[in-house]
């Protein structure tokens, strides 16, 4: 599943979600921006990524979670040491932009291994997320989802 950097997120959706945009849905075909990233990003999006207890109240930024989970589009690795690896999707809150991101939590792969560059205003709002601020994404979403018209 590939969609371009900044592209309204619709994934499984019937139509786009407003102000939810797509981040590092790579491919193993399409080319994508490659370069330096920071390591402290990679640090951030994996303790986002890591096991944090589920529930209100709590910070927990990983939402359709899938059994089983997705190898990596690039170069098919599967079975990450981190179980969400693949098998998660990240929402990230830009509170000054007043949107959110949306990545797979193939992106830690994405940026380790495949040199991934994500945009820059996907990485301020990482950087800028308080993890200990209680934070929902799957109710988030949830609530996204149900203010889009019936089919
Ligand atoms: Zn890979």
Same mark, same amino acid.
């Given at each position: 599943m590939v969609y371009a950097d900044l592209s309204p997120y619709e994934y499984c959706l019937p139509i786009a979600l407003p102000d939810v945009l797509n981040v @590092?849905?790579?491919?193993?075909s399409s080319s994508f921006s490659r370069g330096v990233v920071s390591p402290r990003l990679l640090e951030k999006l994996t303790a986002m990524l890591d096991a944090w207890p589920a529930g209100a109240g709590f910070f927990d930024a990983r939402f359709n979670l899938v059994r089983g989970g997705h190898a990596c589009?690039?170069?098919?690795?599967? @079975?990450?040491?981190?179980?969400y690896v693949g098998a998660c999707e990240l929402l990230v809150p830009d509170r000054e932009a007043g949107h959110y991101f949306v990545a797979p939590s193939l992106v830690v792969h994405y940026l380790s291994e495949h040199a991934y560059q994500p945009p820059a205003g996907f990485v301020d709002a990482v950087m800028r997320v308080d993890m200990q601020r209680p934070f929902d994404a799957q109710a988030i979403y949830d609530a996204l989802v149900a203010t889009q018209p019936p089919d």
């Open positions: @590092g849905w790579l491919d193993g589009a690039v170069c098919g690795m599967s @079975g990450f040491h981190n179980p």
